[in-house]
């Protein structure tokens, strides 16, 4: 079965500063990944997601994310984060496009002044 | 793009009554739809995966007979929760996947039910 792990719970950085969350999955065949962000209280956005091709994933938000299979990990990145980025982040996984997705534990970013 | 709507988005009921959410899917045809389960600063864990017109696949762990799931139309599933407990008090999304959606899944915006 697919599973998701992000290794870190919380992660804290300064605004302006770069951010990388990391994200590592578990799935036999080659996988559909997903981020999501979700703030306090309100459902999910989609920040990007990867089916196939481009290995470097651009989304919204300037968020970017690098699917590395030898390493079995789709890291979320950003070169300058604002505060309006604090939220929690979710990596997930899924069989196929419109199968369903199961979802890491979360990252909770947290954005110093 | 396409859209999934949730109501209601705040719920409260009495302990041992039931409540019904519903999830539409307000321009496309959601052949699949998905709910999960978001206890606070929790995951989301996938509750089950519904197909119109046929019963719902429910995972490990998921009482079938407490979480009525219904699928009955292509823009429209509920979640029954029967005789609920406070236990039951958390955040439920549903997402909806279909042909027209180009097979990208949509999340509702979620619900919010706190039993009391």
């Known amino acids: 079965a697919q599973s998701v792990t992000q290794p870190d719970i919380h992660i804290t950085v300064s605004e302006g500063a770069s951010l990388e969350l990391r994200c590592n999955y578990s799935?036999?065949?080659?996988?559909?990944l997903f981020w999501y962000v979700q703030s306090p209280g309100q459902g999910l956005q989609l920040l990007l997601k990867?089916?196939?091709?481009?290995?470097l994933v651009q989304g919204i938000k300037g968020f970017e994310a690098e699917f590395k299979r030898s390493q079995s990990s789709f890291n979320l990145r950003k070169p300058s984060v604002h505060w309006s980025d604090a939220a929690e982040y979710f990596c997930?996984?899924?069989?196929?496009?419109?199968?369903?997705?199961?979802f890491g534990k979360g990252t909770r970013l947290h954005i110093l002044p | 793009g396409a859209v999934v709507s949730q109501h209601p988005s705040r719920v409260i009921c009495k302990s041992g009554t039931s409540v019904k959410i519903e999830c539409r899917s307000l321009?496309?045809?959601?052949?699949?739809m998905f709910w999960y389960r978001q206890f606070p600063k929790q995951s989301l864990m996938l509750m089950a995966t519904?197909?119109?017109?046929?019963?719902?696949?429910?995972e490990q762990g998921v009482e079938k007979d407490k979480f009525l799931i219904n699928h009955a139309s292509l823009t429209l599933s509920t979640l029954t929760v029967t005789s609920a407990h406070p236990e039951d008090s958390s955040f439920y999304i549903c997402?909806?996947?279909?042909?027209?959606?180009?097979?990208?899944?949509?999340f509702g915006e979620g619900s919010w039910l706190t039993v009391v």
């Open positions: 990867y089916f196939s091709g481009d290995t």
């Open positions: 519904s197909n119109e017109g046929s019963k719902a696949t429910y």
């Open positions: 997402s909806a996947t279909g042909t027209a959606s180009g097979n990208t899944i949509y």
């Open positions: 997930a996984v899924g069989l196929n496009r419109d199968d369903k997705i199961i």
């Open positions: 321009d496309f045809q959601a052949t699949t």
């Open positions: 799935y036999g065949a080659t996988p559909y």
